[in-house]
């Protein structure tokens, strides 16, 4: 099946810094979408990003379908954003999702 | 977005009882709805996809006897963990897409925990 490999599997940040996590994935795939699992594991959906550019606020993401990646941006980090951050892709005639292996973020004052 | 609303949040069973988890689509309809379990530190495994009105499709290497599944309406499924095990303790999610739609979303998850 699809592998889905994110980097780095760890962040530190002070506050106020930005960063840039990557998604990896091993086939095509008609759409990606970024989510971040809060401290209670609650996951919010950031983004459904099949290929472009897309941004919400100090969040952005792209997705370059043909070379098999996405990035999701996050600039002038807060507290707030720790937790895990996830890409998905769809698999199996495209009903579930694959979940990538997710990146760590602690935001430190 | 869409909301889909799981209960409970936490829930604390002794060995051998059965618990059950349900995911509600509370504003759009969904014909399908998946479940997935995650350990602490790892990602999301799926367990099962959930079809309304017709048998649930387990993922290789997942009991269908022991997860039991039900979606009997288009905005309700359930999981029922039967004779629960301290090795079933887990974080259980549930995920829905509205119809003719392609993004997923998901529950606030179920933390279970067997003694």
């Known amino acids: 099946g699809i592998q889905v490999e994110q980097s780095p599997p760890d962040l530190i940040l002070q506050e106020g810094a930005n960063s840039t996590l990557r998604c990896n994935f091993s086939?095509?795939?008609?759409?990606l979408q970024w989510f971040h699992q809060n401290p209670w594991g609650q996951l919010i959906n950031l983004f459904y990003i099949p290929s472009g550019t897309k941004q919400n606020g100090r969040l952005s993401a792209t997705t370059v379908a043909t070379e098999r990646y996405s990035l999701l941006y996050i600039s002038s980090s807060q507290t707030t954003d720790s937790g895990v951050y996830f890409c998905a892709v769809p698999t199996g005639g495209g009903n579930k999702l694959t979940f990538g292996t997710g990146t760590q973020l602690k935001v430190e004052l | 977005g869409a909301v889909v609303s799981q209960h409970p949040s936490r829930v604390i069973c002794k060995s051998g009882t059965s618990v059950k988890i349900e995911c509600r689509s509370l504003?759009?309809?969904?014909?399908?709805m998946f479940w997935y379990r995650q350990f602490p530190k790892q990602s999301l495994m799926l367990m099962a996809t959930?079809?309304?009105?017709?048998?649930?499709?387990?993922e290789q290497g997942v009991e269908k006897d022991k997860f039991l599944i039900n979606h009997a309406s288009l905005t309700l499924s359930t999981l029922t963990v039967t004779s629960a095990h301290p090795e079933d303790s887990s974080f259980y999610i549930c995920s829905a897409r509205a119809l003719l739609s392609t993004e997923a979303f998901f529950g606030q998850g179920t933390r279970l925990t067997v003694v």
């Open positions: 504003d759009f309809q969904a014909t399908t």
């Open positions: 959930s079809n309304e009105g017709s048998k649930a499709t387990y």
């Open positions: 086939d095509s795939v008609n759409n």
